[in-house]
């Protein structure tokens, strides 16, 4: 089982290069980061980690641009969103930027997909909340149509491409690694079999019979093997972690504090003991 961190990395942290270069010496499994664009400050959604909102969540680095720093810093080390919410972006434009940091750190990007709990902030965006999964679903397909090794055009619900010259393309046919995340559920364990690679769930309450269900949904589907599962935003302990090998899971990512370089590094020695 890979271990791999994620955190909310933002202004006042320690910097994303700094940090890459810190796990891949130290042997870490990759580096996820999360997205928001904005905090609306006059959000009326509850925060699902309790109010009021942390300080990092209305200052986080954007990802991308943050993983392209630490793509070019190592070499190794496994990079990803925990998640990306893809409602919230123009599919062409991302699609580019996907697929530009793929090829740049050699295929070893992975693409967390989520739904977003903000409705202020998504519908900045002109996000319709009911509709966003399947928002989602249609800019998965419409991105994949832009990684096609020939111009593909692609006509959906929500967005439309032509067949077009788009490149680079990620190193991966069809694109990277895709995990969704979001609360177990018929509705999300079938979007997970219809277009992705696995699940990115939230911890691990609950696993043993929820993985039980998604299996089921895969296999509905008609998809060969399993669905990958990667416990995120984990306080680790050996009792959990060995929980989380005996369910299968194939990598987990362990949550770093946001803050300052010093902190962020005895963290990484305290969790260098899971390795």
Sequence with gaps: MRISTTILLTDETIRPARLARELEQRGFGGLYLPEHTHIPVSRQTPAPMGDPLPRPYGRTLDP???LSAAATATERL?????ITLVAQHDPIVLAKQIATLDWMCGGRFTLGVGFGWNVEEAADHGVIWRRRRDLVRDRIALMRALWAPEPTPYEGEFGSVRASLAHPKPVRPGGPRLLVG????????AHIA???????????S?????????QAAWRSAGRAGAPA???GSVLPSPGKLRHYR??????????????????????????????
Excluded: M
Aim: aromatic residues 8%.
């Design 229 to 231: 599962v990667v416990p």
């Design 246 to 275: 005996d369910l299968g899971a194939e990598e987990v990512l362990l949550q770093l504090p946001s803050g300052p370089e010093p902190e962020v590094l005895r963290t990484l020695d305290d969790y260098a003991q899971y390795l």
């Design 78 to 82: 496994a990079l990803g969103t925990s």
């Design 182 to 189: 979001g609360a177990a559920g018929p509705t999300l364990f």
């Design 206 to 214: 609950g696993l043993k019979d929820t993985i039980a269900t998604l």
């Design 194 to 204: 219809e277009y992705a690679d696995g699940w990115l769930p939230i911890g691990g």
């Design 64 to 66: 991308l641009v943050a």
